[in-house]
């Protein structure tokens, strides 16, 4: 056997021998195949966002007033660093242009993130598909979702239960005691006994006392910087001294303390014995900030097991997989907290969505400023790749599926991706969901086959076939079936309820007929019974409706409120006012009208058609208890932290798709909120033609998931040896065939395609990307030839088969441009270099049109043909110069037929190009939305869309010499596709969570820039700025001396290199460099 082949074996070996051997291993291997998930809504439109429950509950002003998110940590304002900061700011105002380009965050270094597919069309949205979705709706249910007419007896017709609840609220109302408050307080203290009954570990745990931080002085002494450093430091740090001496002096006491502790934990964890540090192996601190910012007290005990298993501490690879609200992201979170302070390694953190990424970077930065570690934002167009390299404090990067690819990458090509020492994926089940699975498999083959010390930890709620995923990951498996509230799971036929029982003969016995008095009017209107449902728990307990789509999300909420009793209305009556009017207020005057109806009842819809600054408000509004009621779609189902009492189904349906097992499992499993609830209910209501679907749905396993890589041809397995060779992780055969078989898709192969071999498929995916221009061969040797049987697994020849990739191919794999278009792209923008109209932007607009939403557009052609004739002469030029006429768009908007051929896609990107370039004109998204009959959700989808596949062309552009001409013009494109806001908010907007609405109110109160931002006392923002929680001031306040800080830090980084003598420096050795 040649070499390449026993490289294969020894893989095979390893794998073996690394094969779990935990008891607790379990897993059920079923037929099911996963498939995509329904909506394809991609990361930037998806709606939810974590929450934490201790704070998410109680209204804004029960909470502690004493409760300082920073203690007695020193004030940003009057610490020594800050002043030094300020001074090197000043510095670097003056040093050259180009050298503040380096640093700048967002602009030229914006990352290349690939363009997800956007799944979500016109057509989905504008007014011919509503009616096809109607009409599923209809059929779901009887009746259709048309706004309804109020009739006259409709408010006689109440059920039962609103009467029953009014009748209690007027009752305790008496004596002005907020029912709410009371239901709560006295759940969350029930629920604390609960806690204390189950078996407590850890947070107790023996602390390590003066004989181990005795030897820390020591070490902290010798962590301190440089005197070249100190030297800089003491020269720049000026007026700031004279403040410096009681602070610093408090806070090098606290840091050296702190710096001890962490020293203790990393000995203890080297010394790899059973004897862990005071909290987990981190400094007992740790454990006070749980207990200060996130309000856990106690581990569960599945969490202590977890973090105790042998296999943590030998650092192995792990899956580990509870139901929904098991607790696994503290899990993580330690594990991270031991990676960053006791192993001094780089953390990257895998999380599905920009909103999910936004909501762990507010809620880890306190962590990282209060333990010494950076917090580093890799999302939408945040990210700066490779990553800047930090000499003192470690950084955890949180990052999106495809930032964290990139990010990867960029380590790889720079050679430091041992520096990663732990990866952490949620929601690992995503590996099987289309091309976002694909690209989650890449990154963590890469970094299976390039960092043996990378340890790898995936986590989930809806795993069926682990043994695969364990294969692939090499890991280890812990799972428990723990859940803090119980979940009671009801399906509903006509007016019966029935209990979900696994051990009745056919899956459900009965509970209760519906308690309610519907009259004839009201049944049609609500023939689901929907009222009668949610007024069982509303407004004390908060409730979700999950809709099959967005528009039946809408109209259900209208229903109910029409149905309502107007006693609703005076619950909570002023904060609701509050939140329309701030909803207003962010969105320019603007108002849904739907939003308008609902939220004086306690409703809202929630969907991927609100804008960001709407969403975060009304989860803002839905996690304090003001709104009580979401109907949603099953979007806010993904791992997201907006809990329910109730969660009820409209229908098995997701669109037109029944529902799958794991969709259901997340669904209902947003029901329970721990520490508040001391159960959870989903209703699944089903009508009688479904009810054997649905039977077997609640009975059967989890769905498998698949490997994507190869069914997502160009944007996976194409792109992944594209990168494999421009990268050189490999680039002969041998290598490549290496690296294939240690992928998940090298794992599923067998399964998912039986008519070829791994080989062939490597071959044939090669094969085609030299065609295509992007790879060239190195040595010649036929295709027959490698096909041959006899060449598959002996030719040494064949696996010396090696490639390059081209100037094209390089191009493509830096912009991650989906090699489905990469060829477009390359004959759009030569064209453009014959005749490019830069009289307005229009043109360069239409460059950075993602091809993939273009696709999906349906153009409605009057509004194509009206925007057309608003366009100057100039502008319409353009439109001729990609080659759409006047004559078209108007024969279009007449009905005409026509007979010449017109390339779609050409037809439809100009007119997507046609609504950014009103955007960034009128930056008014709800004026867009009304123009074009579009969505906000969708415009805003859009834009950031163009603003990322802007910085991809830019990518593309700089690796080839023709183009050189684009990149300047790219450059501010980018910047200015990607704020599309006054440039005063664009320091703010930095800030992560800070959208363009909170940006605008902070600055018209005074907070200008993120120093302003970082020096802000959360107390006093509060009073400020309408509607802001304690909790989100802080949030944004800690936010902003985290990026203030990094800024710094690469500031002082940026000068030390300035002046450090070059150690090519002529007539000088190199150890005498090092001296200076
Ligand atoms: N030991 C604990 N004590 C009290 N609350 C806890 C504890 N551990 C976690 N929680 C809280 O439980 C809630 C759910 O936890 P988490 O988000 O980690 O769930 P999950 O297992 O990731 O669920 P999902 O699969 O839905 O994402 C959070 O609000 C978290 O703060
Ligand atoms: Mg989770």
Redesign the pocket.
Known sequence: MDEGGSRIRRRVLVRKRNRPSLENVVATPTAAELKPSDEGEDEEMVAGS?????V?VQPVENIDSEEDMFGDHDSFAENSFLAQVDDLEQKYLQLPEHRKHATDHATEDLCSESITPNTLSIATVGGCTELKIDEHTKNQSGHEDVPIEPEADILYSVPSSQVLFFKNLHSSSDDLVDPSTEERNGNSSSHETV?QELPINSIEQPQQTDKSSSKVRTSSGVNRRKSLKDHLKSAMTGNAKAQTPIFSRTKQLKETLLSEEINVAKKTIESSSDDIGPFYSLPSKVRDLYVQF???????EW?HTCLTLNSMQERKNLIYS???????????EILMLQELLCRRKDVLMILPYVAIVQEKISGLSSFGIELGFFVEEYAGSKGKFPPIKRREKKSLYIATIEKGHSLVNSLIETGRISSLGLVVV??LHMIGEGSRGAILEMTLAKILYTSKTTQIIG????LNNVEDLQEFLQAEYYTSQFR?VELKEYLKINNAIYEVDSKAENGMTFSRLLNYKYSDSLRKMDPDHLVALVTEVIPNYSCLVFCPTKKNCENVAEMICKLLSKEYLKYKEKEKLEVIKNLKNISGGNLCPVLKHTIPFGVAYHHSGLTSDERKLLEEAYSTGVLCLFTCTSTLAA???L?ARRVILRAPYVAKEFLKRNQYK?MI??AG???IDSIGESILILQEKDKQQVLELISRPLENCYSHLVQEFTKGIQTLLLSLIGLKIATNLGDIYHFMSGTFFGVQQKILLKEKSLWEITVESLRYLTEKGLLQKDTILTEKRLLRKDTIYGSEEAFQYSFHITKLGRASFKGTIDLAYCDILYRDLKKGLEGLVLESLLHLIYLTTPYDMASQCDPNWMIYFQQFNHLSPAEQNVAAVVGVSENFIGKKASGQAIRKKVDKNIVNRLYLSFVLYTLLKETNIWSVSEKFNMPRGYIQSLLSGAAAFSSCVLHFCEELEEFWVYRALFVELTKKLTYCVKAELIPLMEVTGVLEGRARQLYNAGYKSLTHLANANPEVLIRTIDHLSRRQAKQIVSSAKMLLHEKAEALQEEVEELLRLPSDFPGIVASSVEKV
Do not use: H, W
């Not at 974590?50 to 201790?54: A, L, N, S």
């Not at 996130?294 to 569960?300: N, Q, R, S, T, V």
């Not at 509870?322 to 993580?332: D, F, N, Y």
């Not at 986590?459 to 809806?462: E, G, L, Q, V, Y």
């Open positions: 974590r929450r934490r429950k201790t998410d806690n996130k309000g856990i007290e106690k581990l569960y969490q509870l139901p929904t609200s098991g607790g696994k992201t503290l899990v993580a949620d929601e986590m989930s709620a809806t803090p791992g997201v932290n809990p997340q499993g947003r909120r721990a520490g």
